[in-house]
Structure formats: structure tokens, C-alpha cells
């Protein structure tokens, strides 16, 4: 999807994400672990790759983590979100599904968290906002998980964001239209409105394509636009 960049998308609608990036010194990283049921293709992807030096989840939420505690390989966070990577709850205490507006969507998530989960996460080490990852720099974008990071490269001015944005609507459970983008739900928010702030900080980036954890990558000469109308959603 970029240069040496490369998605692997799957589960429902194929719309979970987990990438992986061969850096300048020929570390490869995987970022985000998408969902448990996505272990078996993860697996592969490694296998194809001779292997991979760590994984690095954009946040320790159960279908960011699913995959990392099958996979053999040392896995890191950033330092606030060390305590939910090894909780073996699926639903984080945050969380407060009852603010979402359809009851179907309230009644199908916690079972599907509770699917997308691979359990506790054994975590290895940290990293924080300017250390490099594989050629990109970190960035810390909390609010919608109180550890959620990014990924930044400005050469290309690439950015892997997990879920600092959604390109779905999570509260219906559908894509957004096409070129739009929005701040995850607050039913979902560590702290909605530190999220808000985090959305403004990518647009600041002047980023050419944004990676999310759900759905496609988006791409444009100038995105700012399309982030700083993001922030101001819900």
C-alpha cells in the first residue's frame, strides 16, 4: 500500500487491519493484530516474510490484539497501554456501550469483542511518541485508547493511525462514505474529547495517505480538510 509497506486485511467484510513494514535496516514490524481469527493468516504472512523482528499494536484493544498472543514474536506498546494489552478482559473498563444509539449494535458488540479477542498479551518492551519503528516515527494519539499511537513517515508523509480515526461508522456498523472520515464513537473513548484533539493532530501532518485500522487506506494530495470536519463529528 506504500513502499515497503504492505496490509493484510480480513475478518468481517475484510474490514480489520494489520500491517506490516519493511524498514531502511531490513527490521520488519508488524503494526496492530487485527482479530483471533485472523491468527492463522497472520501465521502465514510471517512464514512468507522468513519471519518478523517485533509486533506493535496501535492500542490493546481486543480486535487490535487478537493475533499477537499466537504468534511467537515479541510484541510492544506504548507505556499507557501496557495494563489493558495484559488484561484478560475483552471490553475495556472505558468502554461504555451503552451510549451507543441502535440496540442491535449495542446487544452484537460484546459478543463480538468477546470473538475477536486472543486474550492477554504478553508485552516485551515499550515505545513512545519520536522513537523510530521501522523507518516511521511514532506519534501519540490518545483519546480513543489511552496508549493508542501511530505510525509517521515523512518522506512519503505515509501514516498508520490504527484507530485514531474510523473510515466506518462503528455505531451502525458500515463503511462511511467514500473520502469521509470520523472520530470513533465515544462509546469507545478512553476520553472523547483528548480524541478529538488527535484527529486535529494527524490533519496537522499534512498526511498523503492515512492507514487505519478499519477499512482502506485513504488518499489525497491534502487531507487536512477531511480530518479537521472528522474532529468535529459526534
Not at 32 to 45: I, L, P, Q
Not at 74 to 102: G, Q, T, W
Amino acid at each position: 500500500m506504500a513502499e515497503g509497506v504492505w496490509l493484510l486485511a480480513g475478518d468481517i467484510k475484510g474490514a480489520m487491519n494489520v500491517y506490516f513494514i519493511e524498514g531502511p535496516d531490513g527490521e520488519i514490524v508488524q503494526f496492530d493484530a487485527g482479530t483471533s481469527g485472523m491468527t492463522k493468516e497472520n501465521r502465514r504472512v510471517i512464514e512468507e516474510f522468513g519471519g518478523i523482528d517485533r509486533v506493535v499494536l496501535g492500542h490493546a484493544h481486543a480486535d487490535h490484539r487478537g493475533t499477537a498472543p499466537g504468534l511467537g514474536v515479541p510484541v510492544y506498546c506504548h507505556p499507557d497501554e501496557v495494563a489493558d494489552a495484559v488484561s484478560d478482559a475483552s471490553i475495556a473498563p472505558y468502554m461504555n456501550l451503552k451510549e451507543l444509539e441502535f440496540a442491535p449494535v449495542r446487544w452484537i458488540y460484546p459478543f463480538l469483542l468477546r470473538r475477536w479477542d486472543g486474550g492477554p498479551v504478553e508485552i516485551a518492551g515499550t515505545v513512545e511518541e519520536g522513537d523510530d519503528v521501522a523507518g516511521f516515527k511514532v506519534i501519540h494519539f490518545p483519546g480513543h485508547a489511552p496508549g493508542l499511537i501511530g505510525l509517521w513517515r515523512e518522506s512519503d508523509r505515509v501514516a498508520l493511525v490504527s484507530d485514531t480515526v474510523y473510515f466506518v461508522d462503528s455505531a451502525r456498523m458500515r463503511p462511511l462514505p467514500e473520502g469521509e472520515a470520523s472520530v470513533p464513537h465515544p462509546a469507545w473513548a478512553w476520553n472523547h474529547q483528548q480524541a478529538k484533539e488527535s484527529v486535529r493532530k494527524l490533519a496537522a501532518l499534512r498526511p498523503k495517505v492515512v492507514a487505519a485500522g478499519h477499512e482502506h487506506p485513504l488518499r489525497g494530495d491534502d487531507l487536512t480538510d477531511v480530518f479537521l470536519a472528522a474532529a468535529d463529528k459526534y
